[in-house]
């Protein structure tokens, strides 16, 4: 089977590497703003036509397109951009590929096409607001040897970590680069490879898959992950710490005069100490995902409405959001690899309001409610316990149904009427005993 697999290095550039990373950057988002300004200028050009009563093939053509702002660029960048040749020539078109990207988005957004929140008109970008990043998808780019990466007009940069997972599976055919995206992150550079990976897909789950189960996983905040198993995943080392520096960026941040040199700075700092908590976080992500795809024949999480959590203003929520789409992410791919699957609840399924004893509800449970207390059959455990057992019960009760979606990402549609069908007093022997005295211990 072909997959599709991301290797992301953190570049150590020296100072002229530096000054030609930020060059391409920099070309990126000239040549989006220069297309932007196009698009606009022929919109208007557009509608005054129009109320001349121009119509059809006699109005102004709107380069809205790839190939169409290729060619607008390549007939004036000689005149716009008398230093177009000190750039990689990828630099522009990942620009102008941004840019048809966002136009697109905003059209399939209006028609109604896209999910998630609505893409509005493409704004032109600012130095140093937006992210900077460019492309390579031609030429010779790709890694030099374990510690170096090429990349053309700027030269052999060396990464933070050897590339040894990638370079290996390179020099044997196990894959092969389809393009390299620069990026800078918090101060730092990035350069994430995408590359096609032949992988050998077993066709049933393994033995120890099969002995493993059907795992619920809640990811929270108190800990990176809870399974239905009972263990609590805890957040990476240091993790308690850089929130604490988190929430003192955050407030610096807040404090500081809009527009002043220090809130400059404060949004630098911000923006690195969040850069870091991803980066912990996702290391643990990927651990937990491996193991996770490994030993159970199923994985259970559930479907939150990231794109609206995301925006949320409380910061630990924001940073746990970011990481459910994250392990979401991995878990469907990795269950794939692995022969196991994922099964993604419905996102109106109650995992947390559940007894996952008795399916008694609490309509009333809030997020500050650590332990779960029923009201019918006594059980008291953890909250993000209680929500990982849920998540199992309600696919434990359809395995028939996951047996035929192997591998796929599915949705179960079934509004938690799994738990709530058991009657009181039923839970298993050993679930309640053993999760009480976390529950006590909370
Ligand atoms: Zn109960």
Redesign the pocket.
């Known amino acids: 089977m072909k997959t599709l697999q991301a290797y992301r290095f953190a570049l150590d550039p020296n100072d002229a590497q530096l000054a030609g990373l930020r060059r391409h950057a920099g070309a990126a988002r000239f040549t989006f703003n220069w297309g932007l300004a196009r698009v606009k200028a022929a919109l208007s050009q557009r509608a005054a036509e129009e109320t001349y009563g121009v119509t059809g093939g006699g109005l102004t053509p709107v380069p809205w397109t790839l190939p169409a702002l290729r060619l607008a660029w390549n007939a004036a960048k000689r005149e716009i951009a008398p230093w177009w040749d000190e750039c990689s020539k990828e630099a522009f078109s990942a620009g102008l590929d941004q840019l048809a990207r966002a136009l697109k988005n905003f059209t399939d957004s209006r028609k109604g096409q896209r999910k998630g929140r609505r893409v509005g008109f493409p704004r032109f970008k600012k130095r140093g607001k937006a992210r900077d990043s460019f492309r390579y998808t031609t030429g010779a780019y790709g890694p030099a040897s374990d510690l170096y990466v090429k990349l053309p007009r700027i030269g052999r940069v060396k990464v933070h970590e050897p590339m040894g997972a990638l370079t290996g599976r390179l020099a044997d055919g196990r894959a092969r680069l389809l393009g390299a995206t620069v990026s800078r992150t918090a101060g730092r550079w990035f350069v994430s490879f995408t590359a096609e990976a032949d992988r050998d897909v077993p066709a049933e789950p393994s033995r120890r898959q099969r002995a493993g189960g059907t795992v619920g996983v809640d990811l929270g905040v108190r800990h990176l992950a809870v399974l239905s198993t009972g263990e609590m995943v805890p957040n990476p080392k240091h993790y308690q710490r850089a929130e604490r520096k988190l929430r003192r960026a955050s407030r610096a941040y807040a404090r500081s005069k809009p527009g002043s040199a220090g809130r400059r700075q404060c949004a630098a700092e911000l923006a690195r100490v969040h850069g870091r908590i991803a980066n912990q976080r996702r290391d643990g992500l990927h651990k937990i995902a491996t193991r996770l795809a490994k030993t159970h024949d199923v994985v259970v999480v559930e479907d939150l409405n990231v794109t609206g959590m995301v925006r949320n203003r409380r910061l630990a929520k924001a940073v746990a959001t970011a990481g459910f789409a994250e392990i979401r992410r991995q878990l469907a791919y990795k269950t794939g690899w692995y022969g196991s699957a994922l099964h993604v609840a419905d996102r109106w399924y109650p995992s947390s309001k559940t ?1 996952s ?2 399916g ?1 509800r609490n309509p009333s449970l809030t997020l500050a409610n650590r332990t779960f207390h ?1 009201q ?2 006594r ?1 008291v455990l953890d909250r993000d316990l209680n929500a990982a057992i849920n998540l199992r019960i309600l696919v434990a009760a359809s395995t028939s149904e996951t047996q035929n979606a192997r591998g796929a990402d599915r949705k179960t549609h079934s509004g938690g009427q799994v738990a709530a069908k058991r009657e ?1 007093g039923t839970a298993r022997a050993g679930q309640t005993g053993s999760a009480a005295p976390q529950g006590t211990a909370a």
């Open positions: 007894c004893g008795c008694w029923c019918s059959c059980l009181p």
